[in-house]
């Protein structure tokens, strides 16, 4: 689908180039409802495809380069359209889906319910929904140093064909200090929202937006790339460019901890396990499958010819992982597009 709509068209040189880059998109756990963080460049000069790649992929600094280009930010808030679920393509193979949809001209995509311009002072480091059936709340960071929770309310009473009227707002603003917040996460049922700030973990409760608890790491001073609640569990695992860290948030204190060069890390939210690629090893990268109440892998996987770029667990109907974990349990996508 299309995010933002704009004709390619050309451009004399005096004249300024627009160009679009989504940066954020979630989803709620049902599906219903879909947010993207979209920013648009206004460029007054002229830019080649190879600089416009490493732009839009964070590799050159874009203070110094948009300093004579204006930028617009856009958060936005989709409804997924039940009318084009017409068709079942259970029984279909990928062929015949593909035919059906250039013959008859189907879509599945979302339609704009929210449109929300300028939602920050400055650029948005992270956007996610609040888990559950209901869907209805969302939380998105920016560099400004804010973060702002957002929720779904009726604006019509009157009921049609696809209910009531409903749309997105801004409800509530938080901030810690005059920090600059990286990452968040809520915990399984959506009762705490974890922000990071640097080395610190804040705890938050999103429905009146009070500071509950700070947790902090210790030494070295490295800020929290990634954190994330293990479900079923009582710890949170975060990680710093040199760290891995395990929380119990009985104790409020590090459960474990060990020196990785961690790429990514992704959460087993059946079985409460956790994976991450680690590039300690020069030249060498591998899987580390933890259970976060140990600091010894039980799993290690160490047939990957390149650093490991996302994760992610596929679920599947058994209860324990294979001895050892098949690739039906965890796909890694590296540098060369492979799947492990």
Known sequence: MEIAHQNV??????????????????FTSDGEWMASVSLTHFFFRYLTPQYLTLFFSKQVDRRESTSKSPEELTLKFWKFDHSTQRYCFDSLKFSEIIYLFKSLSLKLSYELNT??????????????????KRGDVAVSLSFDGRFKIWTRTVISEQKGAEGRVTSWS???TGFYRDYMPHDAVFSEDGSILAVSYGQI?????????????????????LPILQLDFIPNTHFLVTYTQEYLYV???????????????IQCLAVDKKRGKFVLCDTS???????????????????????????????????????????????????GTHKLTDIV
């Open 9 to 26: 068209v050309s451009r004399t040189d005096d004249e300024k180039q627009i160009f679009t880059h989504v940066e954020f998109v979630c």
């Open 281 to 331: 090893i020069a030249k060498k990268s591998r899987l580390l499958f933890f259970s976060p109440d140990s600091p010894v892998p039980f799993y290690v996987y160490t047939d990957l010819r390149a650093g490991c770029q996302s994760l992610t667990f596929v679920e599947d109907d058994t209860n324990e992982f294979d001895s050892p974990p098949s690739s039906s349990h965890s796909l």
């Open 115 to 132: 449109r929300v311009q300028s939602p920050h002072k400055k650029a948005v480091s992270a956007l996610l929904f609040q888990p559950g």
């Open 247 to 261: 929380w119990n948030l009985l104790t409020c204190s590090v459960w474990w901890s060990c020196k990785l060069k």
């Open 201 to 221: 973990i804040t705890l938050w409760n999103p429905l009146d937006n009070a500071l509950k608890m700070t947790l902090c790491n210790s030494t070295p001073v």
């Open 170 to 172: 801004c409800r509530a």
